[in-house]
């Protein structure tokens, strides 16, 4: 048999396949109809979950970290140059305003003090006896000046002594938290050098440094929601104030909220995880993220619609709007009361049977 004959043995099979084939596509439909029937009738269904669809209101936020600052931290600084005699107070230690923090070495001004005080006892026995004596008109006028005049010159040098043996003794000018003590027994300080830093534990913040690209979104009607790990707190709050300066180095903006000290465990340079809630939308069609799905780009998802055979599986197209965690928004596609999968979902195909467990 040649190859002709062969071809000539295969064409009318081959429009019978054809036929069969135009046959079969003029009843896809008939068999689609005809298919969640049939399945239920062999007891082939698909377990599944689902949720109704109901008006919910979505939340976005944004996680920066921050830390715990005091809006009155300052630095305190020796008057006057001079080796550390004696720290009082460490890292740690609360303070009242006056509190004398350490003392600086001051044998020299001591024994100045010493001395005058001794010159001053000698000149106020003359001024008084010169006094004494005038007062009888007896003895010459310059002399009971003299004495008056050394009098006085001690008595103001004395002053001056006492005083400047002041800036030898350190103390707080704000009452609060030492945070830091900066220098050690037995080195030599002077005027330029910070010795202390107290924080004010009454004017407490928290700060935070958020990219600029939500610069549109954060405002001071924002809540925040700020997590101390270390004592394991959360507080909510308003956003106080806003940066209007972008830092160049990192492209952040700064945020502050001022929190109280009620809560005497929240200290100065605490680590904080801050939470912005920078976006809150109404009556919002909300579903579960990952019951999202893509072909050729298009999201979709699957409802279960319930008929006289059952519940079947319906394939929707949807637009997607903003999500956080596992919530996501849906703008179009499906309407508030439509039930949707939300387990079992990756095992089904557009209009099989469902087995559903609400």
């Known amino acids: ?12 099979a081959f429009l019978m396949a054809c036929g069969g084939s135009g046959s079969d596509s003029g009843s896809a439909n008939n068999e689609s109809t005809s298919n969640a029937a049939t399945e239920a009738a062999a ?3 698909v377990p599944v979950q689902i949720q109704t669809v109901q008006p919910s209101v979505f939340k976005h936020y944004i996680q920066v970290q921050g830390e715990v600052e005091s809006d009155r931290t300052i630095f305190i600084t020796p008057k006057t140059a001079a080796d550390v005699e004696d720290i009082l107070v460490k890292r740690g230690d609360d303070v009242k305003k006056g509190q004398v923090l350490a003392r600086l070495d001051s044998r020299i001004i001591r024994s100045q003090i010493k001395e005058i005080e001794n010159q001053l006892k000698l000149a106020k026995t003359i001024f008084e006896r010169q006094q004494n004596l005038r007062s009888e008109d007896i003895g010459s006028e310059v002399e009971f000046l003299q004495a008056q005049t050394q009098y006085q010159a001690l008595r103001n040098q004395l002053a ?15 009452s ?12 030599t300080v002077g005027p330029n050098d910070p010795a202390f830093q107290i924080s004010n534990s009454d004017a407490l913040k928290v700060t935070g440094e958020v990219s600029e690209s939500y610069i549109s979104r954060v405002d001071p009607s ?31 903006f700064g ?4 929190i109280d000290s009620q809560n005497e465990r929240i200290l100065p340079y605490m680590s904080t995880r801050l939470m912005i809630n920078d976006i ?79």
Do not use: C
Not at 226 to 242: G, N
Not at 312 to 319: D, E, N, Q
């Open 43 to 45: 007891g082939k269904t």
């Open 160 to 174: 001056t002594l006492n005083e400047q043996l002041k800036n030898f003794t350190i103390t707080a000018t704000i």
């Open 1 to 12: 048999m040649n190859k002709f004959s062969v071809l000539i043995l295969l064409f009318p």
């Open 255 to 258: 945020i502050e909220i001022y």
């Open 176 to 187: 609060g938290t030492v945070n830091n003590v900066m220098m050690k027994e037995g080195e």
């Open 222 to 252: 924002d809540s925040v929601h700020i997590y101390l790990s270390s004592l394991d707190t959360t507080l909510v709050r308003q956003i106080d104030v806003v940066g209007n300066v972008i830092d160049r180095r990192n492209r952040t």
């Open 280 to 358: 809150t939308l109404n009556n919002q069609m909300v579903v579960p993220v990952n019951v999202v799905q893509t072909a050729n780009g298009d999201p979709f998802l699957f409802i279960a619609e319930q008929n006289e055979n059952g519940w079947t599986a319906a394939k929707r197209t949807v637009k997607t709007g903003p999500y956080y965690g596992n919530s996501l928004v849906i703008e179009d596609g499906i309407t508030m009361g439509d039930r949707v999968i939300i387990s079992g979902y990756a095992n089904v195909s557009n209009g099989d049977i469902l087995s559903v467990n609400e």
